[in-house]
């Protein structure tokens, strides 16, 4: 258990539904991030933030994603209208701002549209 | 692009020989490198971090950097089933960038 905590760990739902994840960093941690992983990939990344401000923002990030970190705690993802595309590993990481900037994950939630 | 590139195996050993996994990555200006370890539907588990060329040793696990070579390496000694999981190798940027894993097989 690396101290990053993931809700929920499974999320089946239809295609079009949207869907809300959470994750909650470890305390000290000013800086979270959201990767995908789907199989035999390693994780892509989706975005960070740095307390509450989302610093940066994948390609891979459509408009039907969008991510807050709303007074620099936990963070959610929602994916809106989703697709059987966004089928996938969703990770959430953090890590302390620093040199070494060593990210940790949570366990993830996995996500399957039907 | 910023590419890491890793061989996906499988790379099989028997237990007790010695594994090697490698990775190549194409930003030059990378200044910090990881190995996770990622079992079959879990999260990646971070073993090292290696930030100066050389070798860094952690128990069984050796992370070997070589910056002109952009080429990173894990060697597992004693390796053990327990060892047999994906290993994906990581070079940080604003978040880090992956490579698709080495799958090992340790066989008793």
């Known amino acids: 258990d690396t101290g990053v905590s993931q809700d929920p760990r499974h999320k089946i739902t239809k295609r079009g539904q949207n869907v809300t994840f959470r994750c909650d960093p470890i305390?000290?941690?000013?800086?979270l991030y959201w990767y995908r992983q789907t199989l035999g990939q390693g994780p892509e990344f989706l975005t960070y933030f740095q307390n509450e401000a989302q610093l940066e923002k994948s390609r891979l990030l459509s408009d039907r994603f969008s991510a807050e970190r709303p007074k620099g705690s936990f963070s959610t993802l929602e994916i809106q209208r989703t697709e059987q595309g966004d089928s996938a590993m969703y990770l959430c990481?953090?890590?302390?701002?620093?040199?070494?900037?060593?990210?940790?994950f949570g366990p993830g939630t996995r996500l399957t549209v039907l | 692009q910023k590419e890491v590139e890793q061989n996906s195996g499988p790379l099989s050993v028997p237990e007790g020989a010695i594994a090697s996994l490698n990775c190549t990555y194409s930003?030059?200006?990378?200044?910090?490198f990881f190995w996770y370890r990622q079992y079959s539907g879990k999260s990646p588990e971070l073993i090292m971090s290696i930030y100066s060329n050389g070798d860094k040793e952690d128990g069984r696990f050796t992370a070997q950097l070589n910056k002109a070579s952009q080429y990173v390496s894990l060697l597992i000694r004693d390796s053990q089933p327990s060892d047999s999981a994906t290993y994906l190798c990581a070079v940080s940027g604003y978040a880090l960038n992956f490579g698709k894993g080495t799958s090992l097989l340790v066989t008793p």
């Open positions: 930003d030059r200006g990378s200044q910090s």
């Open positions: 305390s000290e941690h000013n800086r």
């Open positions: 990481a953090s890590s302390s701002r620093g040199i070494t900037d060593t990210q940790y």
